[in-house]
Nanobody
Framework: QVQLVQSGGGLVQPGASLRLSCTASGLTFSRYVMGWFRQAPGKEREFVAAITGGGSTIAYADSVRGRFTISRDNTKNTLWLQMNKLEPEDTADYYC????????????????WGQGTQVTVSS
């Protein structure tokens, strides 16, 4: 059974940092593009960042570029999202996802999803 297990969310003040993790099992991790998406209440799920299987190509949403860093360690089957300079607009449920196809900024092509973790940025 394929599982993506997330951790690292929480409630922080604006300007703070958080690091989300996503650990995969039941798949050949290095074959998959991995992505982060987020969904705020009442809004559609939106793309945050993605990284190809070998880490050679990375993409970010304009809203997080320069503040967030996506990374992976294929020996640990783990994906991270380092989030710095967090803003209230970053408040959302964050999801990791795995895609056996090409890198995509839409959620539809992703084959597997984590359970989500809440990030709340508030003063």
């Amino acid at each position: 059974q394929v599982q993506l297990v997330q951790s690292g969310g929480g409630l922080v003040q604006p300007g703070a940092s958080l690091r989300l993790s996503c650990t995969a099992s039941g798949l050949t991790f290095s074959r998959y593009v991995m992505g982060w998406f987020r969904q705020a209440p009442g809004k559609e799920r939106e793309f945050v960042a993605a990284i190809t299987g070998g880490g050679s190509t990375i993409a970010y949403a304009d809203s997080v570029r320069g503040r967030f860093t996506i990374s992976r360690d294929n020996t640990k089957n783990t994906l991270w999202l380092q989030m710095n300079k967090l803003e209230p607009e970053d408040t959302a449920d964050y999801y990791c996802a795995a895609d056996l196809g090409l890198m995509s900024r839409t959620s539809a092509p992703y084959d597997y999803w984590g359970q989500g973790t809440q990030v709340t940025v508030s003063s």
